[in-house]
């Protein structure tokens, strides 16, 4: 179990590095993508251990990766169009 939460800690980590390194202009300020990244893994690690019962680490971890990589991904602005023209005033 303690290497499922630090295993879905480091990819929900690494994760949020990629995602700030490759998509930086697209992204909300870098404490909340690091904060969601580990955040959802550790979510969909727990969703996904509930599921499936011990014994099943792989496919824990690949949960966790799955979760945190679709929250990331609501983190996303579109591309293009500045945030300001994003919000009617």
Known sequence: MILEILGSVLLGLGLSWAAARHLADRLPALRTVYAAGPLGALFGAYVTH????SGHVMATLVGALLVASVLLSLLLRPA???LSRAIPS
């Open 80 to 82: 293009g169009r500045p």
């Open 50 to 53: 509930m599921a499936l019962g």
